[in-house]
Nanobody, 123 residues
């Protein structure tokens, strides 16, 4: 099993920045990719970004390209999401995700989930 713990959520004004981090523990050697999804009230969970655990091949949702950047630190077993130029529509619970086989862009490729961290962007 792999355990994922997110940190870094909070309240920010539109145009501001936040950095989310996710620490992985347990059988981390089984991880092929890590990333982030988000879920706003009344909406389905949607893909945000993902990256291959060994580095490279970052994938982004069109809605966040150019504003959000995903990175990983293998030595610390963490993946981070730098969020700039935030908009009210970015408000959601952000979930860290890990997969064993692919650089996922849908929930089907995810094998492990974190508990989520709230991001609120005020207008």
């Amino acid at each position: 099993q792999v355990q994922l713990v997110e940190s870094g959520g909070g309240l920010v004004q539109a145009g501001g920045s936040l950095r989310l981090s996710c620490a992985a523990s347990g059988r981390t050697f089984t991880i092929y990719a890590m990333g982030w999804f988000r879920q706003a009230p009344g909406k389905e969970r949607e893909f945000v970004a993902a990256i291959r655990w060994s580095g490279g091949n970052p994938r982004y949702a069109d809605s966040v390209k150019g504003r959000l950047t995903i990175s990983r630190d293998n030595a610390k077993n963490t993946v981070s999401l730098q969020m700039n130029s935030l908009k009210p529509e970015d408000t959601a619970v952000y979930y860290c995700a890990a997969g064993r086989n692919v650089v996922f862009t849908t929930t089907r490729g995810v094998d492990y989930w974190g508990q989520g961290t709230q991001v609120t962007v005020s207008s």
